[in-house]
């Protein structure tokens, strides 16, 4: 089974600054098969990219991953209030299909 | 516009068993594996389970296998997960989830249904 280890486990900012989440894979990955989900409270995940670097229908260009092989990134610029919420990564190159533990974004 | 809603949550004690529902709408149903992914309250994300559209390739997590049973009606468009001896620790929001074939991530989203095992 895949580890995903996320980090840091929480980050505080503002709105207008920039985030910086790592996520960092037990093995390589095959073909980048590395997604990122956003979850606010009380609802259920929305996926925002996926193959490690495209961006999913409708996500905003503020919004762009990187990395390959076993470190990843997901990089969140100008922070809108709305970004404030819980990012997870998922590998979906083998099973089990595995999940990071989480990284909050939270208002400073 | 695609919609999945999961029902079937419920107060259950330890042992015993419950069946969620998933119902899709707005998109070609058996176009697309459907999966269980569930989180804990104020905890992560868990893959549970997930089915192709002929329900020949199927897979369990090691948490649940041998208790859990996913299992779709396409002509229903729906998606069901049968689950027997339940612990305190399936205590969870379960979300169903819909991916293309092969290896693409979960695209779209149900709004979850609660699951507490409790005694």
């Not at chain 1, 600054?17 to 960092?24: H, I, M, N, P, Y």
């Not at chain 2, 068993?17 to 899709?24: K, Q, T, V």
């Not at chain 2, 027997?84 to 929001?93: G, H």
């Amino acid at each position: 089974e895949i580890v995903l280890t996320q980090s840091p486990d929480t980050l505080s900012l503002s709105p207008g600054e920039s985030a910086t989440l790592s996520c960092r894979a037990s093995q390589s990955l095959s073909s980048s098969f590395l997604a990122w989900y956003q979850q606010k409270p009380g609802q259920a995940p929305r996926l925002l990219i996926y193959g490690a670097s495209s961006r999913a229908t409708g996500i905003p260009d503020r919004f762009s991953g990187s990395g390959s092989g076993t470190d990843f990134t997901l990089t969140l610029s100008r922070l809108e209030p709305e970004d404030f919420a819980v990012y997870y990564c998922q590998q979906y190159g083998s099973s089990p299909r595995t999940f990071g533990q989480g990284t909050k974004v939270e208002i400073k | 516009e695609v919609q999945l809603v999961e029902s079937g949550g419920d107060l259950v004690q330890p042992g015993r068993s419950l069946r969620l529902s998933c119902a899709a709408s707005g998109f070609t149903f058996d176009d697309y594996a459907m999966h269980w992914v569930r989180q804990a309250p104020g905890k992560g994300l868990e893959w549970v389970s997930g089915i192709n559209w002929r329900s020949d390739v199927i897979t369990y997590a090691d948490s649940v296998k041998g208790r859990f049973t996913i299992s779709r009606d396409n002509a229903k468009n729906s998606l069901y997960l049968q689950m027997n001896s339940l612990r305190t620790e399936d205590t969870a929001f379960y979300y169903c989830a819909r991916k293309v074939a092969g290896n693409y991530p979960f695209d779209s989203w149900g709004q979850g249904t609660l699951v507490t095992v409790s005694s």
